[in-house]
């Protein structure tokens, strides 16, 4: 009786610790809010909150993985709205769901062996190279590696261990598809609205900042979304376009067939309006490897004509020139493009930097990065533009073919598992649609910087887990095609 009266008594100063909490963050939030320190203001306003999410999390570290999931899709299209360093919540996230692991460990046992597989090796093999470029003498900021190497490297050691432990079901697959169809139905919703009815203030002013340099071209404009740019948001919506279809396909269930494949669609259609030349990769390669998947001679041979049609159509027709979608994909397959030639002249200019530099510049050296900490130094100066590109500017020869060689790795091994050690038909579909839409990424990668950048990244590394685990599963779990 003694121990039940205690736990009560605990449990009510515990709430009444969180009451005064919320109200004495209310009323300095709002102070704040009067006196016009309006981001201070909501970064107090949250604080309680997050201190209750961190605690959910230590109590189920499952759930600080799948919230970082959430916020990769919108931390880059929150910074219009509430200057914040969104993008380092991932960060805050990921490390908080390991905290909590080690916690746990002190009272139950974590299954700390299901990371220990090659695809963990490989992604801890990639970050040793990158916490290594640390030590390279042309890195000019370290500051600017802390930043970069988050998504070169840093987010895929986290989430693929963190995947193999806590997401060790094929119900998490399922749940992953949900999430990201009801993601990819907003971004749509989004972009259709800046189409429409105009860009709201916030979007306005990051045009007026400079990015409309970029997105309202004389060919006409290009829609964002709550994405970084146009590029991203072009890309995305084909990666989602190809997974949702590829489902869809073979749904026996109308409604879940009908549900993703009417957001395919309107995946495909948003990927047009970006005006994303690149992005048509996407779809290109991620059917022709599905085609190939299949191991089915009649959709090879289908697949194939469809793709050779489309080819035919865009390289020596002018149908629908006088749209300006068709006429943007069509100038992805014109080698006379004017940006194209501006991209090949400026990896001229690398290779012959590079060549005495096989390690590269340093981490955060090219880009973005390197324009906002190293701005007067040559990398920062030349676009990189592509993944692989910027790779190469940053890593050197070493590291591109280091980094190729771990992606041919996980993209074959991932073939081989679903091509001849899985025999469920549901699970074969499902990670087949992951695997050709993470491929028609890596593809259309060579013209964009699409890889590592939200929200494909964790979609990516999550996706390529799930893959590793499926002959597990499909000996652990005999009613697969329920639960998918």
Not at 151 to 175: E, Q, R, S
Request: aromatic share 14%.
């Amino acid at each position: 009786m003694t121990c039940m009266q205690g736990a009560s008594f605990s449990h009510i100063m515990t709430n009444i610790l969180v009451v005064i909490l919320l109200t004495a963050s209310l009323f300095l939030s709002m102070f704040m809010f009067t006196r016009d320190m309006f981001t201070p203001g909501i970064m107090l306003l949250l604080l309680p909150f997050a201190i209750l999410f961190a605690a959910s999390v230590f109590y189920n570290p499952r759930m600080g993985l799948m919230v970082a999931f959430i916020m990769n899709y919108f931390a880059l299209g929150l910074v219009r709205y509430v200057q914040a360093p969104w993008g380092l919540s991932i960060d805050m996230l990921l490390l908080l769901s390991w905290l909590a692991l080690f916690f746990k460990a002190f009272n139950v046992k974590i299954p700390l062996h299901k990371a220990a597989n090659d695809l963990t090796l490989v992604a801890a093999i990639w970050y040793a190279y990158i916490f290594l470029q640390l030590l390279n003498p042309e890195a000019a900021s370290r500051e600017a590696w802390f930043y970069a190497m988050r998504g070169v490297g840093f987010y895929k050691l986290l989430t693929i261990p963190l995947a193999f432990i806590l997401l060790d079901h094929p119900k998490y697959v399922k749940t992953m598809i949900y999430l990201w169809a009801a993601f990819t139905l907003l971004a749509v919703m989004k972009s259709l609205m800046q189409k429409f009815y105009g860009f709201d203030p916030f979007e306005q002013r990051w045009l007026d900042g400079g990015g409309a340099l970029t997105h309202i071209i004389l060919s006409g404009v290009r829609y964002f979304s709550f994405f970084s740019d146009a590029g991203n948001f072009g890309a995305s919506m084909g990666f989602s376009g190809v997974v949702f279809s590829i489902i869809a396909l073979h749904e026996k269930r109308m409604g879940k067939k009908m549900m993703l494949g009417g957001i395919a669609l309107m995946a495909f259609y948003a990927m047009l309006i970006s005006g994303t030349r690149g992005a048509i990769a996407v779809p290109v390669a991620g059917f022709f490897l599905y085609t190939i998947l299949t191991k089915k001679v009649k959709i090879l041979t289908i697949g194939s004509i469809a793709m050779l049609t489309v080819f035919i159509f865009l390289k020596f027709t002018y149908i629908g020139q006088n749209n300006y979608e068709i006429r943007r994909a069509r100038s992805a397959l014109n080698p006379q493009d004017a940006s194209f030639q501006v991209r090949r002249d400026n990896q001229k200019l690398l290779a012959t930097y590079l060549v005495s530099r096989p390690f590269g510049g340093g981490i955060g050296s090219a880009g973005n990065w390197g324009q906002r900490f190293t701005p007067d130094t040559f990398l920062a100066s030349i676009p990189t533009d592509s993944w692989y590109v910027m790779i190469w500017a940053e890593t050197g020869i070493v590291g591109l073919l280091l980094h190729i060689s771990i992606l041919v790795f996980i993209v074959a091994k991932s073939a081989w598992i679903i091509m001849a050690k899985l025999k469920n038909t549901a699970l074969i579909i499902h990670l087949s649609a992951l695997l050709s839409g993470m491929v028609g990424i890596m593809v259309a990668s060579y013209g964009n910087g699409l890889l590592g950048q939200m929200p494909n990244g964790i979609i990516i590394y999550l996706s390529m887990a799930f893959i590793f685990m499926a002959p597990k599963w499909e000996r652990e779990y005999s009613h697969i095609n329920n639960i998918l």
